[in-house]
């Protein structure tokens, strides 16, 4: 068969929506030369990697959610601590400060439409709802937006694995204050399988539900935080291994409260285009600072900071740098 003529021939069974492979198959039959190394430059990139590859320091492993091993974290702190990268990642935090709680709620709730907008423009808007006391009324502002809901895809955040109807489920707000006032489509809403008898595979169907609508990794457009006053965002608890996946988009997690729960991971909240961090209240005022402070040791501080935008009433922000200061921007409008 050496030097024979072959015929392929490809059919796409999902119409438009192609994977990744199927296109580089699909490119590479239509014979497109830039997919693909010269030999000559292949082999001058191994002269370089194998003499690397041959040597005879081995890998050093390093914790998840580390900057590096050990003992090039010990190097820098002796001399202060990556604090260049922390002062870009501080710098890249926005932070919109309202007068009250209300206020902070009508920005929020702005902020959301006007990313859905941009959104819609371009495809539809993927967005991750986390509900708690304090988001309850963005809910209701984000209901009088004007917002193509034909063309927005709403997944939950987390969820708490109480039976359906439950008080307890976060997916009773969200339908109450929102789903029920709006013309989303059901089938374009998502909620989190916790009904399920096995959390951990529910929340693995649930990433499986992400990648069918979102790809891998499932890039979500806009993804709403909450803080709680210990510090966790999501489902994301101090202590729990949940927080440190660093290997699934959705994990189940232990009991908190009298319920376990499942959360999106940091993987998966990382991959968003848009993170909104909604917080409000003086209860929220010790963590809130050590959010925008990048404190690591909190489950919220390792969220990934250069796409978020806090959003904050003056009572939260109070600890908060105030205007002029190197950290973030804090806006009054």
């Not at 941009?118 to 967005?127: E, P, Y």
């Amino acid at each position: 068969m050496l030097g024979d003529d072959i015929e392929l021939l490809v059919c796409n069974e999902r119409g438009s929506q192609m994977g990744a492979y199927e296109r580089l198959i699909g490119d590479a039959i239509r014979g497109d030369p830039t997919l693909f190394a010269r030999e000559d430059g292949v082999e001058a990139a191994w002269r370089i990697v194998d003499p690397v590859l041959a040597s005879s320091t081995p890998p050093i492993p390093y914790a998840p959610g580390s900057w590096g091993p050990a003992q090039a974290d010990a190097q820098a702190a002796a001399c202060g601590g990556y604090a260049r990268r922390a002062r870009d990642e501080e710098r890249a935090m926005r932070i919109v400060v309202a007068p009250d709680a209300e206020a902070a709620a009508r920005r929020g709730a702005a902020f959301v439409a006007r990313r859905a907008a941009q959104a819609v423009r371009a495809r539809s808007l993927r967005a991750g709802a986390q509900r708690r006391p304090t988001p309850l009324p963005m809910l209701e502002w984000l209901a009088l937006e004007s917002i193509d809901w034909s063309r927005v895809e709403l997944f939950q955040v987390d969820e708490r694995a109480a039976p359906r109807g439950s008080g307890e489920r976060n997916l009773n707000d969200l339908e109450r204050l929102l789903v029920s006032r709006v013309p989303i489509p059901r089938t374009q809403v998502h909620p989190m399988p916790v009904d399920r008898p096995d959390l951990s595979a529910a929340a693995s169907a649930y990433a499986g539900a992400l990648a069918d609508t979102l790809g891998e990794p499932p890039v979500f457009d806009l993804v709403h935080l909450g803080l709680g006053e210990d510090g966790h965002t999501a489902s994301l608890m101090p202590g729990d291994p949940a927080a440190r996946v660093v290997d699934a988009w959705v994990s189940a997690t232990a009991a908190h409260g009298g319920w376990r729960r499942m959360t999106l991971t940091l993987p998966a909240i990382d991959a968003a285009r848009r993170v909104l961090w909604l917080a409000c209240g003086a209860s929220k005022a010790a963590m809130l600072e050590r959010l925008v402070l990048g404190d690591r040791a909190i489950p919220a501080g390792l969220v990934r900071r250069d796409r978020a935008c806090v959003v904050a009433d003056e009572a939260a922000a109070a600890l908060l740098p105030r205007p002029g200061d190197a950290v973030g921007e804090r806006a009054r409008r």
